[in-house]
């Protein structure tokens, strides 16, 4: 679960967990307690697999409910308007280079909630995003990761 500190999520985060909020409380739970209606009318609920698993669906939609609740109560907008577009901050997108690999990759630097590392979107809180944040064009970080330590130069900040 979700621990009590302040959650950063973009406006655009922010909406996608409100629509997700929106759609279980108004569709999903509305499915699911058909579902429920439906396997009920089958008879015999302890031998149900409709039953069960309807069941099942409704306590995950429920579960989810509730965290998407918290992450909002603790959601903080960041927003980059005004912000040094020079500097890596939540929002960033960032051109750097591998100098132990000589390749260059860039990222996108997002809240935890946003993040999705198979898209170059990291979190303000995994080792790269942390070295990142603050940083300027020109300016050379070094992280320690579970491969090793990795070492980039910032080459461009959008």
Known sequence: MLSDKELLVSAEGLKKLEDELEHLKTVKRREVAERIKTAREFGDISENSEYED?????????GRIQTI?????????????????????IGSHV???????????????????????IKNRISNESPVGKALLGTKVGQTVEVSAPVGKLRFEVLKVW
């Open 69 to 89: 609740e918290k992450m909002l109560r603790q959601a903080r907008v960041v927003d980059s308007n005004g912000s040094d577009p020079n500097i890596v901050h």
């Open 95 to 117: 051109l750097v280079k591998d100098l132990d690999e000589n390749l260059e990759e860039e990222f996108e630097l997002v809240g935890a909630t946003e993040a999705e590392p």
């Open 54 to 62: 309807a069941k099942n669906e409704q306590a995950f939609i429920e």
